[in-house]
């Protein structure tokens, strides 16, 4: 069993700073990757930020110079720091992991349950 917990959504005036965090734990063999998609009422699921273990990043065009990957591969855990928010950057934020269970074994993607992340005008 794989799970990953994401926290530190929350309400927040434009201009201000959120930190995401997300842990994966379970059968975390080896993580390839860990990620941030984001999805707003009314419109599908978009991938925000991702890095890879071996530490290449990639960002939306919609959130660079704003938004921060990081990782702490120690403990599976990658965060999202979140400055000079907008208020279009209101949706639920997902935490995805592509990892493999145990020795080689397939990637899978896996995904947490979201976090709200609203930005007030």
């Known amino acids: 069993q794989v799970q990953l917990v994401e926290s530190g959504g929350g309400l927040v005036q434009a201009g201000g700073s959120l930190r995401l965090s997300c842990a994966a734990s379970?059968?975390?063999?080896?993580?390839?990757?860990m990620g941030w998609y984001r999805q707003a009422p009314g419109k599908q699921r978009e991938l925000v930020a991702a890095?890879?273990?071996?530490?290449?990043?990639h960002y939306a065009d919609s959130v660079k110079g704003r938004f921060t990957i990081t990782r702490d591969n120690a403990k599976n855990t990658v965060f999202l720091q979140m400055n000079s928010l907008k208020p279009e950057d209101t949706a639920v934020y997902y935490c995805?992991?592509?990892?493999?269970?145990?020795?080689?074994?397939?990637?899978?993607?896996?995904w947490g349950q979201g976090t709200q992340v609203t930005v007030s005008s």
């Open positions: 995805n992991a592509g990892l493999r269970e145990y020795f080689a074994g397939p990637y899978k993607d896996y």
């Open positions: 890095k890879t273990f071996a530490g290449s990043t």
């Open positions: 379970g059968s975390t063999f080896s993580i390839n990757a």
